[in-house]
């Protein structure tokens, strides 16, 4: 069926993995797992009220100073340039999550957003102008951006709101909810909406920077059934797809 299935050693590992039915926390460091609580099933109660934080999609910070982004990145070298705020993106929420990953089956494979490569700029975590919930993934116009794996579509978004053109994708990994989320894409590019069923690798559009950007990249977030984002690098990792 064209599925994409990545070559990397780990990830073989990985998807044999799933293929008999084994739970991913035996097959990635403890360590990578620890950041999504979120995907306690208990917490599920609470994603009614995290869907609330969606209307925040539509930003509240038109006038961002974007001269103040470098200042507190910690990374040593290069600094990284920030290219978008992250005061206002990804605010969709967890019930839909859920949801979402409650009707489809458990990933088969996974792929990296860019399978050439992409520069990492601003990380998951605390920026001068609010926390950013996701990673910028730099790469140039145009450049096809690829679901990470198989799922649905629980959101899409033409331009307008601080996160322009952006997709939202419900999974099941390990059992759990996981959901992903694209950023900024080109305005037009979205090849797939709300409903459409998607597998690890598949284009889903192209490289953008509608919304509050300031130059090509897709801000990519992870969340569970709580809607709330944690850092993606670790799962990317562990999935060899980072
Ligand atoms: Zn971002």
């Known amino acids: 069926m064209g599925r994409m299935k990545y070559q990397g050693p780990l990830l073989g590992v990985v998807a044999m993995t799933f293929a ?3 739970a991913i926390a035996t097959s990635v460091p403890a360590a990578s797992l620890a950041t999504p609580g979120s995907f ?3 917490q599920i109660a609470g994603a009614v009220g995290a869907d609330q934080s969606y209307s ?3 930003g509240s910070d038109p006038t961002v ?3 103040g982004f470098a200042v507190h990145t910690p990374t040593p070298t290069p600094k990284p340039v920030p290219v978008s705020s992250g005061a206002s993106e990804g605010g969709y929420g967890g019930a839909q999550c859920q949801a979402g990953s409650d009707s489809v089956p458990e990933s088969a494979a996974f792929s990296p957003v860019y399978p050439d ?7 998951f975590g605390p920026r001068a102008e609010g926390f950013h919930k996701g990673v910028d993934m730099l790469n140039g116009p145009g450049v096809p951006v690829h679901a990470i794996a198989d799922g649905v579509v629980i959101a899409a978004s033409g331009n307008g709101g ?3 053109v ?3 994708i419900a999974h099941k990994v390990g059992g759990q909810p996981l959901c992903s989320m694209y950023m900024h894409f080109l305005d037009g590019s979205l090849t797939v909406g709300v409903g459409s069923l998607v597998v690890a690798g ?3 559009g192209l490289t953008g920077r509608t919304g509050n950007a300031t130059t090509e990249h897709t801000h990519f977030e992870l969340y569970g059934a709580d809607g709330v984002r944690f850092d993606p690098m670790p799962f990317l990792a562990a999935h060899g797809i980072g």
Do not use: W
């Open 20 to 22: 008999f039915g084994v």
């Open 40 to 42: 306690d099933a208990v």
């Open 56 to 58: 925040a999609e539509g």
């Open 65 to 67: 100073t974007r001269d």
């Open 117 to 123: 490569g992409y520069k990492l700029s601003d990380g």
């Open 162 to 164: 601080t996160g322009g």
């Open 166 to 168: 952006y997709l939202s």
């Open 202 to 204: 598949q284009v889903i």
